[in-house]
């Protein structure tokens, strides 16, 4: 997975982004990150790779998009800390061998 750090993308505001599977993080925001801060999201992203190649790009977008929009409509607040994508990447940025033992479709599995 590569990094790309930059001043354009993602926009203020937001830390990083995983288009196709390359990382663009805002370089002064990641800069001040921790060395354990930095592993974290990275690990996060590397979730979204996996499930991105899983579902092939455009069906990784095309469902993370339909799923936000559902979720903002009926819960506004928690709308992208609820969308299954997000919730199986913040689950397991902890663990560094969860990639290596993840299941196919775990971002809809109940265990998530």
């Known amino acids: 997975m590569k990094v790309i750090k930059n001043r354009i993308i993602p926009f203020p505001g937001f830390l990083a982004v995983n288009i196709f599977g390359f990382v663009f993080v805002r370089k002064d925001s990641w800069d001040r990150l921790s060395s354990r801060e930095q592993t974290l999201m990275l690990r996060h992203e590397a ?66």
């Not at 929009?69 to 199986?88: H, K, N, P, Q, V």
């Open 47 to 112: 979730v979204h790779t996996l499930q991105m190649r899983e579902l092939g790009y455009l069906g990784f977008y095309l469902a993370y998009l339909v799923e936000w929009i559902f979720r903002l409509i009926t819960d506004t607040r928690r709308a992208y800390r609820g969308i299954s994508f997000e919730r199986e990447a913040y689950l397991n940025e902890n663990d560094p061998s969860y990639p290596s033992r993840r299941r196919p479709y775990s971002q809809w599995r109940k265990t998530i």
